[in-house]
């Protein structure tokens, strides 16, 4: 079952998980595209409006390290060894096809039996967010 990410994992900026997080001069950590946008235009901070002393961007590892945890902590980004899908789908639309599989999280643990949605890659983001605040499909 999905969990919800820390607070902290979300870009105040994008409103999203975090994928290449940077600390700022205000000490915060931001999306670097969101806040390479933002800098564009302003001098100060997004959180707190403050003038900013400087516009120099950091990577922050161990951030993107503890979000890539918590993401394979509850399973949003899985190993595809562990899924097999059957070769057949189950039905198939103009930009999706859904395919009966079976997940095998390891040794010790039960097979689960899953439905998986492939999607083009332009829509894939953005539907993948909202299955994951729903818990499931609806239809499924």
């Keep these: 079952m999905a969990a919800d990410p820390l607070p902290a994992f979300v870009c105040p900026i ?3 998980v975090m994928r290449d997080p940077v600390i700022a001069a205000d000490g915060l950590t931001y999306e670097r595209d969101a806040i390479e946008r933002w800098l564009e235009g302003h ?10 002393p400087n516009k120099l961007l950091i ?8 979000i890539e945890e918590w993401e394979e902590q509850y399973a949003l ?5 562990l899924l097999q899908l059957d070769a057949k789908p189950l039905g198939a639309g103009a ?3 859904v395919y009966k599989g079976v997940l095998s999280m390891g040794p010790d643990a039960r097979p689960r039996a899953v439905a998986v949605l492939k999607m ?11 299955f994951l605040k729903l818990g499931r499909h ?3």
């Design 14 to 16: 994008t409103d999203d």
């Design 95 to 97: 930009f999706k096809t």
């Design 138 to 140: 609806p239809r499924l």
């Design 59 to 66: 990577a922050n590892v161990t951030f993107l390290q503890a």
């Design 43 to 52: 001098d100060t901070s997004p959180r707190t409006g403050a003038v900013l």
């Design 120 to 130: 083009r890659k332009e829509s894939c983001e953005t539907e993948a967010r909202i």
């Design 77 to 81: 980004k899985l190993k595809l060894s």
